[in-house]
Structure formats: C-alpha cells, structure tokens
C-alpha cells in the first residue's frame, strides 16, 4: 500500500500564480486533512474533510480553497499565491474522527516557494 | 489558541540514555496523541493516549497522561540514533470535532 500520496513534491511559484496540490490515499479512510508547516510553529490546519461529500475549515483557511473529489482524493488549490503561503504541505487522512481516536496517517509533503 | 507546547524545543542526548519530552495543552481533551517527523519526511503516529488514561506503552515509548495539569509526557528509553527526529503532541479537543492541534514539537538529537 502507498498510504498517503502527494503530488507535487516541490514547487516554486510567482506570486499571483495559482496551483492545485493533490492528495490520494488508498486506506479507504474517511476524513483527510490539509496541514501547513511552518518553522517553529508546529503544523496548522488548513482544511478537512470528514467524509466524501463535505469540507470544513480549520485555523487558517484564507487564501485556500480545497475540493475531495471522491473518497480517495482531497486537493488544495491556491488561486493566487502569496509569499506569506511559503511553506510545506502535508495531506493527511484517518479512518474516522482525529477527535474520536483515529490517528492520522500522512503524506511526505509539498514544499511550495512563493517568490 | 488551543495548541500544546511542547518542552524542551530541543534535546540532545547520547545513545542509551533515555530522553522525556513534555506537552502541555489549554482545554479538555477527548485524546492525546504523539508523532515523529523525521527530516524531510511526513509524521508518523507513534501513541494515542485517551483523557481517561493515565499512561500507556509502546515497545521503548512510555506516554503519561495528567489531565488536572492538562500536561503529557512522552519517555524514551535505551534511546538509539535512529530515534534522532522532531516529536510532536497533538490534542484533540472536546468539541473539536476531526481537529488535531499540534505544538511546536521537540527536536531530538541521538549521539552514538
């Protein structure tokens, strides 16, 4: 099994430019999640999904937006990036509620640089 | 903000001694849960400790549970170079429904 799988694993953008990070992951798991990681400031949450069909925000929605496409695919798209949005991103999903003790299950990251 | 912090920020130990890391958190958790980061890679699940637990094993890790100081405690003992990473906690707060909060994690250092 992949586990969680993340496309791209690097990227470098203008600012202004927009992109769509890709998640998939193959544990038939229900919820996944978007993450950024910052130096020194621990992982935030961006997005999630609890099921196939709903999307919420987390702590730092702006600028983001995020589809899940069916069970297995949840995206992130920025549409117009900003130097503030340098960071890496990490995908994650669980099989139930992070909340109601399912441990998260994570992708190796995108390291996206906005210039 | 309802994230943990995590003491020390970092640590540097020589193979075989034991390392402990602390979290501490700001509300009433449903679960405690702890993560290694290797560099350049994504987090691993290592213990998940519920609120009514007061300490749990997993092979070499120990993780504690106070929730009148609403503090954890991650030990690892005979620690090896391997185990060099970042180590994070992540709460999981009543009512935060599919929310993890995560501190700014602990990075250790293993010295053969």
């Known amino acids: 099994n992949a586990g969680v799988t993340q496309t791209p694993k690097f990227q470098v953008l203008k600012t202004g430019q927009s992109m769509t990070l890709q998640c998939a992951q193959d544990m038939n798991h229900n919820s996944m999640y978007w993450y950024r990681q910052d130096p020194g400031m621990g992982l935030r949450l961006i997005y999630y999904?609890?099921?196939?069909?709903?999307?919420d925000k987390g702590e730092v929605p702006n600028g983001y937006n995020v589809s899940r496409l069916n069970k297995r695919e949840f995206s992130l798209r920025l549409e117009s990036a900003a130097p503030s949005q340098t960071s890496v991103y990490f995908c994650?999903?669980?099989?139930?509620?992070?909340?109601?003790?399912?441990?998260?299950?994570f992708g190796n990251g995108t390291r996206l640089t906005v210039t | 903000s309802q994230q943990g912090e995590e003491d020390p920020q970092a640590l540097s130990i020589q193979e075989g001694e034991n390392a402990t890391m602390n979290c501490s958190y700001k509300?009433?958790?449903?679960?405690l849960q702890w993560y290694r980061q290797n560099s350049g890679r994504g987090l691993v699940h290592l213990i998940l400790i519920r609120s009514n637990e007061r300490e749990k094993h997993s092979g070499r890790l120990r993780v504690t549970l106070d929730t009148s100081k609403k503090s954890s405690s991650l030990l690892i003992t005979a620690s090896r170079a391997a185990d060099t990473a970042s180590y994070f906690c992540a709460s999981s707060f009543s009512g935060g429904y599919n929310k993890l909060i995560f501190g700014a994690g602990t990075r250790l250092a293993v010295h053969p």
């Open positions: 994650a999903s669980s099989e139930g509620a992070a909340s109601y003790n399912s441990p998260l299950h």
């Open positions: 509300t009433s958790i449903n679960n």
């Open positions: 999904s609890a099921s196939e069909g709903t999307t």
